[in-house]
């Protein structure tokens, strides 16, 4: 019996500290993400300064799509505030952000065919996961 109530106070002891560190996590993102879109801004303001217009808006779609990263870890975080579980889907969607974006740095780079297909099939089987688990996460919040 004292081993139970030991074990529950273990528990509960680890359970502050992983919220804790969620919580430092969710404030970090937050501090990143008002960066991200702040480079956003900058970009707008310096996009007559790049080299060419389609420079000037690739840097600044390069910096929303990461702002997009970081937001949609952030709600990974913050879900595990409001439902005590990690979401796979968001870090899915994180990573299916950051492809395209790694896609768009194609426009400036040399790149061999074989990396440009590997990529497609990274996406591919991303957006497949999306759906799926997207489709699955729906269920459990509609059932629970």
Same mark, same amino acid.
């Given at each position: 019996?004292?081993?139970?109530?030991?074990?529950?106070?273990?528990?509960?002891?680890?359970?502050?500290?992983?919220?804790?560190?969620?919580?430092?996590?969710?404030?970090?993102?937050?501090?990143?993400?008002?960066?991200?879109?702040?480079?956003?801004?900058?970009?707008?303001?310096?996009?007559?300064?790049?080299?060419?217009?389609?420079?000037?808006?690739?840097?600044?779609?390069?910096?929303?799509?990461?702002?997009?990263?970081?937001?949609?870890?952030?709600?990974?975080?913050?879900?595990?505030?409001?439902?005590?579980?990690? /979401? +796979?889907?968001?870090?899915? *969607? &994180?990573? #299916? =952000? %950051?492809? $395209?974006?790694?896609?768009?740095?194609?426009?400036?780079?040399?790149?061999?065919?074989?990396?440009? /297909? +590997?990529?497609?099939?990274? *996406? &591919?089987? #991303? =957006? %497949?996961? $999306?759906?799926?688990?997207?489709?699955?996460?729906?269920?459990?919040?509609?059932?629970?």
């Amino acid at each position: 019996m004292e081993l139970d109530c030991s074990f529950q106070s273990m528990t509960g002891i680890l359970s502050l500290v992983t919220r804790w560190i969620y919580f430092i996590i969710a404030v970090v993102l937050s501090l990143l993400a008002i960066i991200s879109f702040a480079d956003v801004a900058r970009g707008f303001l310096n996009i007559g300064n790049t080299l060419t217009l389609t420079a000037g808006i690739l840097n600044i779609l390069h910096a929303v799509l990461l702002t997009i990263i970081i937001v949609e870890i952030l709600e990974t975080v913050l879900v595990y505030f409001r439902t005590s579980r990690v /979401l +796979v889907r968001p870090i899915l *969607i &994180a990573g #299916l =952000t %950051a492809m $395209v974006r790694r896609i768009l740095f194609y426009g400036v780079e040399v790149i061999q065919p074989m990396d440009l /297909l +590997v990529d497609a099939v990274v *996406i &591919a089987v #991303l =957006t %497949a996961a $999306v759906v799926l688990v997207g489709k699955e996460e729906y269920q459990e919040v509609k059932s629970g």
